[in-house]
């Protein structure tokens, strides 16, 4: 196995990230909705795992990651944790669970550590969410910023786009990381930027930053599973396919409806039987 997959039974914590980001020893996050899913990973040697508001488009089939429902996420993070103890699980906040007021968003985010049984939680954050990041941290909450590209503000958007492709809004996010880390964040996602921006970052902050799309200077970097298996009908460009399952899932469905239709299951191998004497008894009944 790959040697974050677990050469011993300790957990992946954020000790084990920070000690990875200081030896210059990257790590792979990739997004995880199901405890069996989950399992696999890890067993796969992947040692971060993001329950990613994402799942409201590849799990519940919105368009959109603002229509994720917190209970729903708090559920699936626990679910992903039961799945993969040993990894290190971060979990999305959805849309409107931490923006309206900070006391919720402090409630909520304490679910996602009790009951959603989260290491971290992530969150897309500007300057104006300074302060919460602060009072969630003071509050005992992990926090990982997320900066760059932010999909819950797609709306105000008019969709999704790069960030940080002119020398301005390049700097305002490389303020806005270091602004993050001082308050207490222990993690920077970079989401959708240049190379440029993700390197400065890097040499700007001193805990482990993760790119989605962000270049390769990054400590760690993540994409969403369905598009790393080559099961979505379209992947961003820094997702390239590892796999093709999903053809491999249309073509067992197939082969299970073909099996159907022609009445050959369970024919010559169904696994429960009578015994003789049984079988007579009941044919005369």
Request: charged share 25%.
């Amino acid at each position: 196995m790959p040697a974050m997959a677990s050469s011993s039974d300790k957990p992946i914590t954020l000790a084990t990230l920070r000690k990875r980001r200081a030896a210059g020893e990257p790590f792979a996050v990739l997004t995880c909705y199901d405890a069996t899913t989950a399992r696999w990973l890890a067993r796969g040697g992947v040692p971060v795992l993001l329950v990613g508001d994402t799942a409201a488009e590849v799990i519940l089939g919105y368009d959109s990651t603002i229509h994720a429902p917190l209970d729903f996420m708090v559920a699936i993070t626990a679910a992903v944790k039961r799945g993969a103890p040993r990894c290190f699980v971060m979990a999305d906040m959805p849309f409107m669970s931490y923006q309206a007021d900070d006391a919720e968003a402090v409630r909520n985010a304490g679910r996602f550590l009790t009951e959603g049984l989260a290491d971290a939680v992530k969150l897309e954050v500007d300057m104006r969410y300074a302060g919460l990041v602060e009072r969630l941290t003071r509050a005992g909450v992990p926090v990982v910023a997320h900066v760059g590209s932010l999909p819950q503000h797609v709306r105000q958007t008019g969709g999704y786009r790069a960030r940080g492709k002119t020398a301005a809004e390049a700097s305002e996010l490389v303020d806005t990381a270091v602004e993050m880390e001082q308050r207490g964040a222990v993690m920077i996602l970079i989401e959708a930027t240049p190379a440029e921006v993700s390197q400065r970052i890097v040499e700007r902050v001193s805990v482990p930053v993760v790119g989605c799309g962000a270049g390769p200077a990054c400590h760690g970097h993540v994409v969403v599973l369905q598009d790393l298996l080559g099961m979505s009908d379209w992947q961003p460009p820094f997702a390239k396919p590892q796999a093709e399952v999903g053809p491999q899932i249309e073509a067992a469905a197939g082969a299970w409806v073909e099996r159907l239709s022609e009445r050959r299951y369970l024919v010559d191998d169904h696994p429960y039987q009578m015994d003789a004497d049984e079988r007579k008894r009941f044919e005369q009944m």
